[in-house]
């Protein structure tokens, strides 16, 4: 493990393109065991916990950190980069794409990304409003059961219970009040890195059709359909993720199903 900006990060493989990955709300690097194996025989692959969660929560999170965070990892790394965002990690790697500070990022996947959440500021009060009344353990229960497919082995579900039901509750929530209010359009048109834009055809969160809203906003994006996935698609089908990731990034196009 090593330490960039007080945030602990950790390293695999030493490729001559390095890849970020940046996960899902109340995830951490977790959400990537399933790829980093495969991943880190070509390419050196820089994972950590966000702030608030994990290696990482003696922190409070904000939008704002998480970015330059990840714009330190690349300065850090100092090698051409393919960035990578589920999730929550879109809004951060898409902002990081746009400022591609020292031409470093190579290009950008994004997989369950939205324009924004036309209510965001109620759902962050639903959603407090319903952990008042459960425990996280409770809370990472039904968002396991209706996140993940049946396609995810049931390990990773047991895996993705205990890692969420980990979470403190309040760093949870001030998470959500970091992206829930904020709109992605604008950051969207700024990116000039060759991107793909993926979607589980299961997501009932950000799904395909958000998708392709997204892809329009991206100069020369690609955007795909996963099959058999839903919102996480690197729990609900890794490999079909880390094939689609390369091909992309050796071809710069979509891998022909």
């Avoid at 991206?218 to 996963?226: D, E, N, P, R």
């Amino acid at each position: 493990m090593q330490t960039a900006r007080g945030i602990n990060y950790h390293v695999y493989g030493d490729g001559p393109h390095a890849v970020l990955c940046h996960s899902s709300l109340g995830l951490g690097q977790f959400l990537f065991h399933r790829i980093r194996p495969t991943l880190s025989r070509e390419y050196t692959v820089i994972l950590w916990d966000p702030r608030g969660f994990g290696d990482n929560d003696h922190f409070y999170p904000t939008l704002e950190d998480w970015v330059d965070d990840a714009v330190d990892m690349l300065e850090v790394v100092n090698k051409p980069a393919h960035l990578l965002g589920v999730s929550l990690g879109t809004w951060v790697m898409s902002r990081v794409a746009a400022l591609n500070p020292g031409n470093l990022v190579q290009s950008l996947v994004l997989i369950g990304a939205t324009r924004g959440f036309f209510n965001g500021e109620k759902d962050v009060i639903t959603r407090r409003r319903q952990l008042e009344s459960m425990t996280m353990r409770e809370f990472a229960e039904g968002y396991a059961e209706s996140t993940l497919t049946p396609y995810a082995l049931p390990e990773i579900k047991e895996n993705l219970i205990v890692e969420l039901g980990e979470v403190d509750k309040k760093k949870y929530i001030q998470a959500m009040q970091a992206i829930y209010p904020v709109r992605n359009e604008d950051v969207f048109r700024k990116i000039r890195v060759p991107t793909l834009v993926m979607a589980g055809v299961s997501d009932a969160r950000t799904s395909p059709e958000e998708a392709d809203e997204v892809h329009n906003l991206i100069k020369g994006s690609a955007v795909k359909s996963l099959l058999r996935c839903g919102h996480l698609a690197v729990l609900d089908q890794p490999q079909r993720v880390v094939h689609e990731c390369q091909y992309f990034w050796t071809y710069g196009k979509l891998a022909v199903d």
